[in-house]
Nanobody, 114 residues
């Protein structure tokens, strides 16, 4: 299993970013995919998830601002983040649970600051 995140960066409050995750090494279209984030000094938290049938779930803190999506032809999962806030600053990770083990990418840093 390999997961590679990209798209992070520095953005002003109110701005937008789109994160991407390239997945390989497993039958991507069959798996529930997730985005997590971890801020300094805090535990990793689930941000959003998407099922193989495109059913989505979101943390309350990002509902209405973030949108998770997937492209099964390209083995990609995305996180569109709008109206970003300073408290969204974190390292964002793509994740999948396969054969009883969680797999993560290396993460991509998102910093929301003026």
């Amino acid at each position: 299993v390999q997961l590679v995140e990209s798209g992070g960066g520095l953005v002003q409050p109110g701005g937008s970013l789109r994160l991407s995750c390239a997945a390989s090494g497993f039958p991507f279209s069959s798996y529930y995919m997730k985005w997590y984030r971890q801020a300094p000094g805090k535990e990793r938290e689930l941000v959003a998830g998407i099922s193989s049938a495109d059913t989505t779930t979101y943390a309350d803190s990002v509902k209405g601002r973030f949108t998770i999506s997937r492209d099964n032809d390209k083995n990609m999962v995305y996180l569109q983040m709008n109206r970003l806030k300073p408290e969204d600053t974190a390292v964002y990770y793509c994740g999948v649970l396969r054969t009883g083990r969680h797999y993560w990418g290396q993460g991509t840093q998102v910093t929301v600051s003026s």
